[in-house]
């Protein structure tokens, strides 16, 4: 069976600092791999996605950026966090396109 | 500007209450909608549709599509304190890559 990861948990930062979140996928080959932010109850925003190994696709422009280094593993970083970056980060996977599963989420706050 | 919109924004019943949620869309190239609920961490997944008119059911819960009005609607009847919840209602659309989430709809079942 197919398990998503996401580390870490929860993360404190300050304002300027270095960002990079870390989600891999076990169990399936070449997904589709999503980056969502969702504020404090709130739906999801899709920032980022991708369907193959160094194939990248930004919806919303910001200061996060994403790579894919390895087929099942997605990163998201940043050079300089925001008060604005502060949120709940999930990583989703999807085989077909359509449904997609979550990770269990980072929630990352800005300080 | 493809846009998900639920209603209401959030919903206090007590047990045993029937609830519906809705979920309206306008999106390019729709080729389906999900529903996920929200606890704690990451949505689950609950259902996809994808036909116009076709119910799913899973125990209490129920959801249906409508193409021609470009909505979605859960009902769960019987609600039990565990559903309380976040339902998010997502739209696949364009090349199947995209998904657009709604607000969401905050439910709070009383005891």
């Known amino acids: 069976s197919q398990t998503i990861h996401q580390w870490p948990a929860t993360l404190v930062q300050p304002v300027g600092s270095p960002l990079s979140l870390e989600c891999t996928v076990e169990g399936t080959s070449n997904p589709n791999l999503y980056w969502y932010r969702q504020a404090a109850g709130r739906g999801l925003q899709l920032l980022f996605y991708?369907?193959?190994?160094?194939?990248i696709s930004s919806e919303v422009p910001q200061n996060l950026s994403a790579s894919r280094p390895q087929d099942r593993q997605f990163i998201l970083s940043s050079k300089k966090l925001l008060l604005s970056d502060s949120g709940f980060y999930l990583c989703?996977?999807?085989?077909?396109?359509?449904?997609?599963?979550f990770g269990p989420g980072t929630r990352l706050t800005v300080t | 500007e493809d846009k998900v919109v639920q209603s209401p924004l959030s919903l206090v019943v007590h047990e045993g209450d029937t609830v519906t949620l809705n979920c309206s869309y306008e999106v390019t190239n729709f080729r389906s909608l999900l529903w996920y609920k929200q606890e704690k961490k990451a949505p689950t997944f609950l259902f996809m549709l994808t036909s116009s008119g076709i119910e799913k059911k899973s125990g209490r819960l129920s959801s249906i599509l409508d193409k021609k009005e470009l909505s979605s609607i859960l009902n769960i009847t019987a609600t039990q304190t565990g559903d309380s919840a976040i339902y998010l209602c997502a739209a696949v659309h364009n090349a199947g890559n995209m998904l657009t989430f709604g607000g969401g709809t905050r439910l709070m079942v009383k005891p």
């Open positions: 991708s369907v193959g190994i160094g194939q």
């Open positions: 989703a996977w999807s085989a077909t396109g359509f449904e997609q599963y």
